[in-house]
């Protein structure tokens, strides 16, 4: 039934997490308790091993970088963070909101949407999506479905469509074009 962590929010985080991500109070009751169901040692943090017990992302091809995407760094997204807390966990999810007519949030923009995709696609985390990137990515989506020729020819045609400046890689910019 959740860990003890789970009673350790007060009024003022439900505020300070609504203002930050646009959910409710009762959404966020709910995904502290499933962050809660998650933290099984009650750490008060998750690493990504604790996230593949997420049973859609387990079976996810690309749920490894989905996860990933969880563990990089906002104000530095070469760095991966060895742990997630509560907040973290909450304003990545808040990515996948949909942004509300009445009440628009900055955390669901189709440019933070954007961002996580191009962050998925970035294997190597260096700021550019390379041929090599776009590979392991395609190869772990469609699996032995499609002959690695025919994965291969699709990277050369999406990087000859969206690399503009032709430096073998797409950029955020690019990437957000695209």
């Given at each position: ?47 990504q091993q604790d996230m593949m ?5 387990a079976v996810n091809p690309l ?116």
């Amino acid at each position: 039934m959740g860990s003890a962590s789970s009673t350790l929010l007060t009024e003022e985080d439900y505020t300070q997490i609504h203002t930050e991500t646009g959910f409710t109070e009762p959404q966020i009751r709910r995904l502290y308790q499933r962050f809660s169901h998650l933290d099984k040692r009650s750490k008060g943090y998750l690493t990504q091993q604790d996230m593949m017990l997420i049973p859609e992302l387990a079976v996810n091809p690309l749920g490894s970088q989905i996860i990933e995407a969880f563990f990089t760094d906002e104000s530095d997204p070469s760095q991966s963070l060895g742990e997630v807390n509560f907040r973290q966990f909450v304003r990545t999810l808040a990515r996948f909101r949909k942004n509300s007519s009445t009440h628009p949030h900055e955390m669901c923009t189709i440019n933070k949407k954007i961002e996580f995709i191009f962050r998925v696609y970035d294997k190597d985390k260096d700021g550019m999506i390379s041929k090599t990137d776009l590979t392991q990515v395609l190869s772990a989506m469609v699996g032995m479905n499609i002959p690695q020729e025919h994965v291969h020819s699709i990277v050369k045609r999406t990087m000859k469509e969206a690399d503009e400046d032709k430096d073998n890689f797409i950029s955020l910019e690019e990437f957000k074009k695209n």
